[in-house]
């Protein structure tokens, strides 16, 4: 094979990637569609994004992007066609559905112009997953959707007024963007059960593990505290990233008002921002901070004692939180107030890096807290399995390179069947 080949095995394809959400939305789905159509691009693939105005995690367009209704960009090699879209600003079946609605109808009446040689389409946006099923058709080119999550239980479980029926047609728009796949991507082994249950059979799901994104922290954590004016004898536990329904945040709000002598951090946006700062009115020790940059976000995770996930008990929880795996490159223990049959319970029992409690129970959330807090060589030690697990099933290269596999796979077996 040429040398030229080796540094582009991607040369002369053409690939076009759905995702509602893109950089430079820096949480959620968005960075990991962004590194992987700009890792393609680095290996020689013309590679185009269909997707939407940024607004994760506030749910409120960037100001820069206020009453733009289409947009073309050049982003890390990647050719970004945007399309606008409703934003709900508050949760409910109706809104959601518009959102979805907006995505659907201006994806399809404006797609990039281009033939692609194979789509990619990042789910749990129902919109995302048809819009690639219809492309792909409509170009006869193999369609691989990456299951991040899956709507159609999220409705069912959120606490969205509505949910029951909102999961019906998720559920139906789901099964559609699934078994027009040629194959399934999924992040991890506990969606496979709810995919074929769709009627995708096993043999054509894929597990392709999302990866850490983010940076080691560098910077002194005693500074870092003092600028955020977190005392030293003041034991902290923060939580970072969206703060929706899905995520039950009132479980450490309880716990604040609880334990005095504990601050509890809340790092993020949300649609449920302003809720739980009216329900954690009058505690002086918990916090909101808006979402961190890039450049400190790990450093303040770091600056915790303890780093928060949670989730209502109602919820199916089969996705794998991005925040997890930042919170193991901080090197802090986690405490996860979650399912224990979930992935996020998986992956904490997996790492060795943290305690699983009960979802909403606010006193166990504490009493774990209190565990690390009074032990903490213990904590030291779980915490620092974090970055090891990192580097050992969580690296960049190696996830990225199962998505080549994947997008191999389907490409040498569409290039088989093609007219010579």
């Known amino acids: 094979m040429p040398e030229s080949e080796h540094r582009e095995p991607w040369k002369g394809r053409r690939l076009l990637v759905v995702s509602t959400n893109y950089a430079p939305e820096v949480t959620g789905i968005g960075p990991y569609a962004a590194q992987l159509a700009e890792h393609w691009a680095g290996a020689g693939a013309e590679t185009h994004v269909l997707t939407g105005m940024p607004h994760y995690p506030s ?38 559905a518009l959102f979805e609605a907006s995505v659907l109808v201006h994806g399809l009446t404006a797609p990039p112009g281009t033939r692609p040689d194979a789509v990619i389409a990042q ?77 995708v059979p096993v043999e054509r799901i894929r597990v392709v593990p999302n990866w850490s994104h983010v940076q080691a922290p560098s910077a002194d954590r005693a500074v870092t505290r003092t600028r955020l004016g977190w005392r030293e004898d003041t034991p902290v536990v923060l939580h970072s990233g969206n703060m929706g329904l899905k995520q ?46 890039p450049d400190e976000f790990t450093d303040i995770l770091a600056a915790a004692d303890v780093l928060a996930v949670t989730q209502r008990a109602s919820v199916l929880d089969m996705s794998v939180p991005s925040k997890l795996t930042s919170y193991f490159v901080s090197g802090r223990p986690v405490v996860a107030s979650v399912a224990e049959s979930g992935g996020t319970a998986q992956e904490v029992q997996r790492s060795g890096a943290g305690l699983l409690v009960a979802p909403e129970d606010p006193a166990a959330v504490l009493a774990a807290v209190r565990k690390l807090v009074e032990e903490p060589a213990a904590a030291a030690e779980l915490g620092a399995r974090g970055p090891g697990y990192v580097a050992a099933h969580l690296g960049r290269e190696a996830a990225l390179a199962r998505f080549d596999a994947l997008l191999t796979e389907v490409l040498q077996d569409a290039d088989g069947r093609r007219p010579r």
């Open 59 to 96: 749910w409120r367009t960037d100001p820069a992007y206020r009453g733009v209704w289409r947009a073309r960009e050049e982003r890390g090699g990647v050719t970004v066609h945007r399309r606008r879209h409703y934003v709900p600003s508050r949760q409910t079946a109706l809104r959601r």
């Open 248 to 293: 039950g945040l009132e479980v450490l709000v309880d716990a604040a008002r609880l334990a005095p002598d504990i601050r509890v951090v809340l790092m993020g946006d949300g649609n449920q921002r302003e809720e739980l700062r009216a329900r954690a009115a009058g505690l002086p020790n918990l916090d909101f901070l808006p979402p961190a940059g």
């Open 123 to 199: 789910l749990p946006s129902l919109a995302g997953g048809v819009i690639g099923a219809r492309l792909a058709r409509r170009h006869g080119v193999p369609y691989i959707p990456v299951v991040q999550d899956l709507m159609g239980a999220a409705a069912a479980q959120s606490g969205i007024r509505g949910g029951g029926r909102a999961a019906a047609l998720a559920a139906r728009a789901e099964r559609h963007a699934l078994t027009a796949a040629t194959l399934v991507g999924v992040i991890h082994e506990s969606f496979v059960p709810r995919v074929t249950a769709y009627g």
